[in-house]
């Protein structure tokens, strides 16, 4: 018989205060709950807290790589080009090239660092390759100097995947900036949440205009502040003449392939909220992120821990373990047992081209990407988030304490 459930630590977390309730309601109360206001608001503060950039709002973590990844085109990417993404990683950095018409290239991992392999990217480049998304897993930074050397080399855009690393830095510098885009979201279960939602920045204003054009189904109307939205005033920018002499309304001319990718108010209000927060988030989640270190380090050789290299200051989505090889006991046995008392869990992801079966249809065959199949056979993860109290973080150690125990 099943132990009785003592309580329950979750993976993810919401906790919406006043401050964003009292945004909601007064944007319902107006009636504007499409993007306006609190929307370039949310904008705003984002930006501000990178520096000297510009971020676009949309309406999910996928559609912001989906929108990254089609302003490709607008710097000479064609329907069938490739970008380069990680073996292993959410679904979701493959489905986007999928969306926009490229061909997602995979590349192994490092095991280590559950990051794309630097070393095995060159393999991977043709004369078609476009970008290189480096996406920063569970909140740790890609080994970026690296990276960079070979885009720079080869003439390839990179992207910055911070889906799961808001406010991780890499020698100092904010992930998301050192790219020509950073790429996030706000899902229910990261480090900062609005529910659903995501972000784009650039320090490029021409990359931009074209992330506002391309959420928006590819229009003309491109400002970085819209007093339509926002004031509901007469736009002196938004009629022109073409060179027929006909009228154009930019808000109904589309000049690229886009998609509906906009950002709603009450996202944005959770936004705005969690923006104020977000120093207190990271540290509350690295100081658990360090708890656990030091109390799960006597069973190191067997798990493999989450610690920062020199040159990282890691955010953490969550907090992930890799049940080594010689370990007596397998991934399902260990989640299992934690899943039964209430701590969730959840699987590192997986190989994309091996182990997902939506991609079975590019022959990649069981052994092709080794370093990811281990993980995606073997790494799994728990929470590590600000309202995990230190009740919770004894429970889970204790937790673990009783199941490794017995091999101890």
């Known amino acids: 018989m099943d132990q009785k459930q003592e309580r329950k630590v979750t993976v993810g ?16 109360e107006t009636g504007r709950i499409s993007g306006g206001a609190l929307v370039q608001r949310f904008e705003q503060k984002f930006a501000a807290y990178f520096g000297d950039i510009s971020a676009t709002a949309v309406s999910s973590g996928t559609d912001a790589d989906t929108v990254a990844y089609a302003s490709l085109f607008d710097y000479g990417a ?13 679904v979701s950095v493959a ?75 890499y020698k100092g510098f904010l992930l998301g900036t050192i790219g020509a885009m950073g790429t996030f979201s706000f899902y229910v279960a990261h480090i900062l949440t609005t529910g659903e939602g995501g972000m ?27 007093i339509l939205n926002t004031e509901s005033a007469y736009c002196s920018m938004r009629f022109s003449t073409d060179e027929n002499g006909e009228t154009i309304d930019s808000r109904f001319y589309n000049e690229r392939i886009g998609f509906s990718a906009k950002m709603n108010e009450m996202e944005a209000a959770l936004g705005i909220e969690a923006m104020e927060q977000i120093d207190d988030i990271i540290a509350s989640r ?25 040159d990282e200051y890691i955010s953490p989505l969550s907090y992930p373990m890799l049940v080594k090889p010689g370990a007596p006991f397998t991934r399902s046995e260990i989640t299992k047992f934690l899943e039964k008392r209430g701590i969730d869990t959840r699987p590192a992801f997986g190989c994309i081209p091996t182990q997902q079966p939506a991609y079975a249809w590019m022959g990649y065959k ?13 790494g799994f993860y728990i929470g590590c988030h600000q309202n995990i109290d230190e009740e919770d973080r004894v429970y889970v150690v204790e937790i673990f304490r009783k199941f490794l125990s017995k091999y101890k």
């Open 78 to 90: 064609e329907r069938g080009d490739e970008i380069i993404v990680p073996a292993l990683a959410f």
């Open 366 to 378: 069981p052994g092709d990407f080794p370093e990811a199949e281990y993980v995606g056979k073997n």
């Open 286 to 310: 690295r100081e658990i992120m360090a708890y656990f270190n030091e109390t799960f380090e006597p069973y190191s050789d067997w798990l493999q821990l989450f610690e920062e290299g020199p």
């Open 200 to 226: 784009i920045i650039t320090d490029n204003p021409q990359r931009a205009q074209i992330f506002r054009s391309l959420r928006a189904h590819g229009r003309g109307c491109v400002c970085r502040v819209c």
């Open 13 to 28: 977390t919401v906790k919406v205060g006043p401050k964003a309730i009292g945004l909601v309601v007064k944007a319902l």
């Open 95 to 169: 489905n986007s090239a999928m969306h926009v018409g490229l061909k997602p290239v995979f590349v192994d991992c490092d095991r280590d660092t559950y990051n794309i392999d630097p070393a095995k990217i060159e393999a991977a480049i043709t004369p078609r390759t476009r970008a290189i998304v480096a996406v920063h897993n569970f909140g740790r930074p890609c080994d970026m100097d690296a990276i960079m050397d070979i885009g720079r080399r080869h003439d390839i855009t990179i992207i910055e995947d911070c889906a799961e690393a808001h406010g991780a830095k």
